[in-house]
């Protein structure tokens, strides 16, 4: 039994020496931010926090330093929160919607507009920089969010992502949305994006303890129309698909098998 709790202390041991040796970095960047320069400057720089913490942020980001070239850092945060906003709500903007289609639509070319797509995930960053800044010169959206944002709005690796996830979406759940009605944009709101939704959301959203789904009233609507499907088809739940396909067919309409 002694043997097997000092054997325990090894891994945490190293654990915590390896957590030490990554935040020790860390800890010297906020003992230089709490002291002024010529303290820093100072062989061998002191490890205790010194009286200029608060002075030395509220300068920095009300005037900006010398390697900031005197621009405020306040200015640069809201920057990147406006494009991190920005980009994130362009990409799934654009992504989602074409993800959708080339998933559930039936079109000529279909795979080739998807492998069109795909195919830029081939072309580096260091490729595309002096072509953007071409384009966005030309645009006179030098020093606007819109050059910030606009050319990095389309986004490859989110329409595969979304792709990938809509070819799990089975394909009862698409015929069972033709017989109650809905249209592609209906399916899209009401059954796709709401199956996107990560686990840990869907639980924040709807306990455990409610199981009605997000809709009480479609979820009743879709169990009469279910009954009397089961009544129809007389399979105990199931409803014939070729029946299905007759009635809706493929050209045009959303996939079906």
Partial sequence: MVTARRSAWVPHAVLIAGLMLVL??????????????????????????????????????????????????????????????????GKIAISLPSAYAVVFFRFPLRRVCFWA????????????????????????????????????????TATLLFRQFFLTIPDELVEAAKIDGAGPWRFLFDTVIPLSRTDDDDRHRHPPDDRQWRHPDRMAHRDGNRAAGDHAAGRGGRVDAALVRARFGRSGEIRGQ
């Fill in 117 to 156: 797509i795909f195919v830029t995930l081939m072309l580096p960053v260091e490729v595309r920089i002096i072509p953007t800044y071409k384009i966005v010169a030309d645009l006179s959206l030098i020093d606007t969010y819109g050059g910030l944002t606009l050319p990095l709005v389309a986004s490859a």
């Fill in 24 to 89: 020790f970095p860390i800890y010297v960047a906020f003992v230089a931010s709490s002291h002024a320069l010529p303290d820093i400057l100072e062989a061998p720089m002191t490890l205790v926090p010194g009286p200029r913490l608060a002075a030395n942020f509220a300068e920095a980001l009300s005037a900006g330093t010398a390697k900031t070239s005197g621009q405020p850092v306040t200015a640069m945060l809201l920057n990147s929160l406006v494009m991190a906003l920005v980009i994130a709500a």
